[in-house]
């Protein structure tokens, strides 16, 4: 394919992502020639079998399941707490979408107004109601199966697009636990076809949602990068953006790379940056200057700084009888009733209850010195009664935990590695005891014998990369507007998580839609 | 618990074949494979064969399953390649250690073979060293055929193992009573 530049660009996005694909499918639709660079492949939808078998197989980390280049995405890992970033992201058009979970819950109301509401974090330059008729959007866009049977969630005007999934078996053996604990369980809404739409599959239930889906019926941000290429765009991919070029008010160029070792300039009127919590920070880094000696819209100083994740906290074991587990590989059932107890002391969280406890058998088979009958009997043994209840938790922003490049080393371009420096503080770890507590709960009411923990001593990293490009007013404390125009350049908008101020608990996607909803409406206005 | 073609069109259909540029590399395999390689009906038989070891007693129709399933993986591009060399050497093996072919050795033999060569404590690598390549193309290959696959899956338990689109109702179903 040709990877030269589009000429007369009215927009260049940089990152095929959810965020990066949502605003070129918008500003092409209004009109725009838009064109969109990606560092990593357009990957070949008849190949999704192929790299589910590498999902299922022993021999194959989650990388190469979408084909992570150690030199391409080389980083560097520092602070208390590893982060392991290629775990974590994929790199091509439809990004980390292409491996993630799909759950697409809104953020709470008070997760707008953390500083005033829970005393701690910042508040967010814009509340849940003006969000709103975007997140409605975003769920159409993305297509949401989901109910409006969660007593806990904000308001919503309308139905989702899509019914629900049914809650699970095992979600029934919870359900008796819960209700002796009072604890109430709801549906999950997840950004996967209940029914086939818009020209999707309804989910067929192959049970490897993470990292693959191959019947296209987990929303990925292919759906948009193709939508937008129908509507005109241009999409290119292995074109990783080296610099913005730019002079004292605005950007005039993204200068990428090709895999022939040829270098162009993308030039255009708007340029959006939407290449997720780290390479967003990473490239505004990149493209210093004598104006922006620390950084590209980096006047506040905080570009990178306040790197946010989720926490995982979880709990399970074995019930002795049938749970019926692995059966598919997403969420039916959670539980948000102690997310706004939240405060300064305690944090935000929410229950997962798992439909995928305990291992598969399939992926037991493929490793162990056994076979025959005695493999089956194995099999027999360790599958099928395992149970799980999980929790995301809330990170707080914290100048100590940041973005920042590692001028030691250099990718396969030269350019200096990010580096991750992550620790945990003490309310998140007071969250995940909570988290932990209740998880207790549930599962000695239940009668499961509790095998595993993790707590805030083994606690990882959700893979949401927030916080690194932070919105606001004041362009002493934030980088981005609350309609994501950088406060330094006036025609660079930055999209994606990187520009919340707090995380909340909630997985973030259907807020980076919705405000890449936002963004859009922005950008075509100053158009 | 019969196995039966139908199982093995399953697996494939989740797994995957070598498509419509099947006939094309048949035709390029002929002309620069080597001359001393198994044909493929020579790699199914030894397939068939091992897989009775490797699939559990209760089970029968492992040949016509295996046949169907092997045939296909054997014209998928890149695959089929390593899948007849890994064959063709542990067959080399079965004829150094045991003076026959796999598919002329007794089921003991064959499991002492697999043994033998270091293929069942190998981690599987697809481009590793004989033992590894054994765990992947011919173990772990037949393994996950049979487990991705119905039969497989309820012979464990789960009428919708992973890997296979099982649809979305038995994962709402109670255990069958």
Known sequence: ?527 | MELTRRDATIALAALGTGGAAAAGLRATRERDEPPDRLDDDAVVSAMVALAEVLYPSELSGIEPFVETFVTERLEREGHGEALRATATDLNELAAAWHDAAIAELSPAAREELLREAGADIADEAPDGTTAERVRYFVINELLMALYTSPTGGELVGIENPQGHPGGTDTYQRGPPS
């Open chain 1, 1 to 527: 394919m040709t990877r030269t530049p589009v000429a007369g660009a009215d927009v260049c996005v940089v990152g095929a992502g959810p965020a990066g694909t949502i605003v070129a499918d918008r500003l092409a639709a209004s009109g725009h020639e838009v064109v969109v660079l990606d560092a990593g492949p357009r990957f070949d939808p008849d190949d999704r079998l192929r790299r589910q078998e590498r999902s299922i197989r022993p021999s194959f980390s989650r990388p190469d399941v979408w084909d992570g280049d150690a030199d391409r995405d080389a980083y560097t890992s520092s602070g208390e707490k590893g982060y392991p970033l290629n775990h974590a992201r994929v790199k091509g058009v439809g990004g980390s979408t292409l491996h993630w979970q799909g759950m697409v819950m809104r953020l709470h109301e008070d997760d707008f107004n953390s500083r005033s509401e829970r005393g701690v974090g910042v508040d967010w330059p814009i509340d849940y109601a003006d969000l709103r008729p975007q997140y409605a959007e975003a769920e159409r866009e993305l297509g949401v199966s989901g109910a409006s049977d969660n007593p806990f969630a904000p308001p919503r005007e309308e139905p989702h697009p899509m019914a629900a999934f049914p809650p699970s078996y095992s979600d029934s053996l919870f359900a008796e636990a819960c209700e002796e604990l009072e604890i109430a369980m709801h549906s999950v809404p997840n950004a996967r076809n209940s029914e086939s739409r818009n020209g999707r599959s309804a989910c067929v239930g192959y049970g490897t949602c993470q990292p693959v889906c191959p019947s296209g019926a987990k929303y990925d941000a292919t759906v948009h990068a193709e939508a937008a290429e129908r509507r005109g765009a241009t999409v290119i991919d292995r074109a990783p953006v080296q610099r913005l070029e730019h002079g004292l008010d605005s950007v005039e160029a993204a200068v990428y790379a090709t895999p022939d070792g040829e270098r162009h300039r993308q030039e255009a009127d708007a340029f959006v940056v939407a290449c997720g919590g780290v390479e967003t920070p990473r490239l505004l880094l990149l493209s210093e200057s004598e104006h922006y000696p620390d950084g590209l819209a980096n006047s506040s100083g905080l570009v990178g700084k306040c790197f946010m994740d989720h926490l995982f906290a979880g709990m399970g074991g074995r019930l002795g009888e049938p749970t019926r587990q692995n059966h598919v590989g997403f969420l039916t059932s959670e539980s948000h009733q102690f997310y706004d107890d939240a405060d300064e002391t305690v944090g935000p969280f929410k229950l997962e209850f798992f439909n995928y406890a305990g291992p598969s058998p399939v992926e037991m088979a493929l490793t162990g010195d056994d076979w025959g009958d005695d493999l089956l009997e194995r099999l027999r043994a360790n599958y099928g009664d395992h149970v799980g209840v999980g929790a995301l938790v809330e990170q707080l922003p914290s100048e100590d935990n940041y973005v920042t490049l590692d001028e030691s080393r250099t990718d396969d371009h030269g350019n200096p590695v990010p580096e991750i420096h992550w620790s945990l503080d003490d309310r998140m770890r007071r969250t995940i005891e909570r988290a932990n507590e209740i998880q207790r709960s549930i599962l000695e009411e239940l009668g499961a014998d509790i095998t595993w923990q993790v707590g805030s001593e083994n606690t990882g990293p959700a893979y949401h990369h927030m916080g690194t490009t932070r919105m606001g007013t004041n362009p002493d404390d934030s980088v981005v507007t609350p309609q994501l125009r950088t406060h330094d350049l006036e025609n660079c908008w930055l999209a994606g998580s990187s520009v919340f101020p707090t995380g909340g608990a909630m997985n973030p996607t259907l807020t980076i839609a919705a405000l890449a909803i936002r963004a859009a409406e922005a950008i075509d206005a100053s158009l």
